[in-house]
């Protein structure tokens, strides 16, 4: 009887751990619009070091790391979009979007921050995350290329990226999303480069979606080991 009851609750165990898999969005739209500061927890998710790199623009202009005079802002910001979703009703989810930077603007308009590299840090490991994005491209953006990596103890275990519209001109919106996936990682980092340089486009993002993993095999093991141990000492 005991080592059915054993059984038993080690199937428990293998179930519960594999109902600990999830899927969260990240919305925004339960926050005020204002600036979260240079670490911001949200939805399992802190993210930290934002612009902490100095870069290089298209135009050979430079900037320094930070939120000094010559950074471009190291805030976490929550904008109302409103405007922006009215003219984009398909992107993300109204009303509020994550950007970066120095600086917001109050009520429904709103500005796209810069952007040269964030750390997402998660609570629990994941398999595979998106975002959407808007940006601008053309004009002085051109050639500038966006990056998600996925990152497992700090090396790189999978990633995507493309290419900011370069037919010159005036800038414009654009419409993008980054997903990685098929490795378990434990954050991410999204950034901009230039040649080998970083660089500090403007963004707005939204839908953050993390596939949130289970505890690994190894803590199933231990748990069985206690029980195990246990019934011995009665």
């Known amino acids: 009887m005991k080592a059915k009851i054993l059984m ?3 199937g428990a165990l293998l179930v ?3 109902a600990m898999a999830t899927v969260s969005v990240s919305t925004y739209d339960d926050l005020s619009e204002a600036f979260y500061g240079t670490s911001f927890h949200y939805n399992g998710v802190t993210y930290n070091e934002v612009n902490n790199v100095s870069g ?4 050979g202009d430079t900037f320094g790391p930070g939120g000094g005079v010559d950074g471009l802002g190291d805030q976490v910001i929550v904008e109302n979009a409103t405007l922006f979703y009215n003219d984009f009703p398909a992107w993300g989810s109204a009303n509020n979007a994550l950007t970066f930077g120095s600086a917001f603007i109050t009520g429904d308009n709103l500005s796209l921050g810069a952007i040269s590299t964030v750390t997402m840090d998660l609570d629990q490991n994941a398999d595979s995350a998106s975002l959407e994005m808007a940006y601008f491209e053309n004009g002085p953006w051109g050639g500038i290329v966006y990056h998600l990596d996925a990152l497992l103890g700090g090396s ?3 990633s995507d990226s493309f290419s900011i519209s370069d037919l010159g001109g005036r800038d414009n919106i654009a419409l993008a999303t980054l997903s990685v996936g098929g490795a378990e990682f434990d954050s991410l980092q999204l950034y901009a480069t230039f040649g080998a340089d970083y660089s500090g486009p403007r963004i ?5 979606t993390i596939n949130s993993v289970p505890a690994p095999a190894s803590a199933v093991v231990l748990a069985l080991g206690g029980l195990v141990a246990g019934r011995r000492r009665r």
């Open 8 to 10: 038993a609750t080690a």
């Open 16 to 18: 519960s751990t594999t």
């Open 56 to 59: 290089v623009f298209p135009s």
């Open 156 to 158: 790189v275990v999978a």
């Open 204 to 208: 707005i993002m939204d839908n953050l």
